[in-house]
């Protein structure tokens, strides 16, 4: 029997409050997976991805509730039998009575969402969003703003990679180590899309995931031509994003007093080595789940 807490209701209230669904972007899907209204909830999980492991570890916990960066299903399903990985994933949790929630990009838009906390960490000041939504410029894709005193490439890149939980992939620099960088521009996760937009290209220096060989050479040699220089520091997009659970679920515990709210310990960065690398680092508890 699940222990007396926190109504669904009210949780859904209270992440609705803190990251309203109609900021998400329309293709996304985000908001209340799995769970009645009438459930009880006294231990919520925040994780970035629904894995058997951290499906596993909120069991472990007891927490009755999961709330996921990525959504479990994002993409149009056809069955959820057992046999397919989401549906032994949605099996699992109602076979446990654990509610699944999902705060996506209307978190990444959000004012002290996945980028502005990012920003924060790295010692941004005076950040604005890269790509302000429409009808608000407080929100919006990515963050971008100064140091408070200029850095060079180098000390840049192991400020980053001293904030972030270590992966097979590491911290990735396209530039110069001497490069000077004041300006930052940040988005964390798959950032290629506005890897051309005028805020990011005007700053010394663009952080984000998943980037491809041509758009990065192109964007570096084009700044070469105008007579600037312009670097790129490709993190983990599970690195990157990590960042924000703690933030998040202090924010919800804030707003629900009483409400267990812990941080995932799993790392669900899909890749798991490479050559002469160590093999361990992925999908390894680093020292328990954090209570916030």
């Given at each position: ?106 978190a990444d838009v959000a004012q002290d969402g996945v980028a502005a ?176």
């Amino acid at each position: 029997m699940t222990a007396p807490g926190i109504s669904l209701n009210d949780l859904t209230t209270a992440m609705q409050s803190l990251w309203p669904t109609h900021n998400a972007a329309d293709w996304d899907k985000v908001g209340l997976v799995l769970g009645a209204g009438d459930m009880q909830i006294s231990r919520v999980l925040f994780v970035v991805d629904v894995t058997p492991a951290t499906v596993a570890e909120a069991i472990e916990m007891n927490c009755q509730a999961i709330v996921a960066h990525h959504p479990l299903l994002l993409r149009g399903v056809h069955d959820l039998a057992e046999s397919t990985a989401k549906g032994a994933h949605v099996a699992e949790l109602i076979r446990a009575g654990i509610v699944l929630y999902s705060a996506h990009t209307n978190a990444d838009v959000a004012q002290d969402g996945v980028a502005a906390v990012f920003a924060e960490k790295i010692g941004l000041l005076g950040c604005e969003p890269i790509e302000p939504s429409l009808g608000d410029s407080s929100l919006g894709i990515g963050r971008v703003g100064d140091l408070a005193s200029p850095v060079t490439l180098g000390d840049m890149a192991n400020r980053v990679a001293s904030v972030l939980p270590e992966t097979v992939t590491g911290v990735r620099v396209a530039g110069e180590s001497s490069q000077p960088v004041t300006r930052v521009a940040v988005c964390p996760g798959a950032g290629d899309s506005v890897l051309n937009n005028e805020r990011v290209i005007s700053a010394d220096v663009y952080i984000t995931a998943d980037l491809r060989h041509h758009p990065v050479r192109d964007a570096i040699d084009e700044a070469a031509a105008s007579g600037r220089t312009f670097a790129v520091i490709e993190v983990s997009h599970w690195a990157g994003e990590s960042l924000w659970l703690e933030s998040a679920a202090h924010a919800l515990a804030t707003k629900l007093p009483g409400l267990n709210c812990l941080v995932s310990s799993i790392n669900t960065d899909p890749w798991l080595f490479s050559a002469g690398s160590n093999p361990s680092l992925n999908q390894q508890p680093n020292s328990g789940a954090k209570q916030l």
